[in-house]
């Protein structure tokens, strides 16, 4: 829900052109799965995740082989220029890290959910707006 307010909090104007890029592949599919399906976000196609898992270099985990936002194909990103909503769900991470951070022209948190049980913190989400998607130079 955090997140699905998040993407639609943005302005209607700009809502297809935000994609979602969550920490790791376990948080990307359990935020693709409950992520309802009237949510607006970028797909050059339906081939493409709604939430993507940060590419980090590594081809070690399962989203690694879908279509990826960090694609290029004959020198053009159908991502170049868009915005994303970066999630983790690390409690340690303050900011970003550099395979997020240095590819977006600007990156800052938006928000923080903490979710608990019986009072006590049990998982929190942080999200980031990152603005202007720069693909990796080939």
Known sequence: AVLQETVTSQSPDDSRRWFVI???????????????P?????????????VHSLQDGSWNHPFAWWPR???????VSPYAGLHSLYV???????T????????FDSV???SLARFLHGGTE???LK?????????PEL
């Open 122 to 124: 049990v998982r929190s």
């Open 88 to 94: 983790t769900d690390d409690p340690f991470e303050e």
């Open 108 to 110: 800052a948190p938006i």
């Open 22 to 36: 969550a920490d790791n592949d376990r948080l990307a599919a359990m935020l693709e799965f409950y992520l309802p």
């Open 127 to 135: 999200i980031f707006a990152c603005h202007g998607y720069q693909p």
């Open 38 to 50: 009237s949510a607006v976000v970028f797909r050059p196609d339906p081939s493409h995740p709604r």
């Open 96 to 103: 970003p890290p550099p395979a997020i951070s240095a590819h």
């Open 69 to 75: 936002y960090d694609a290029v194909t004959d020198g």
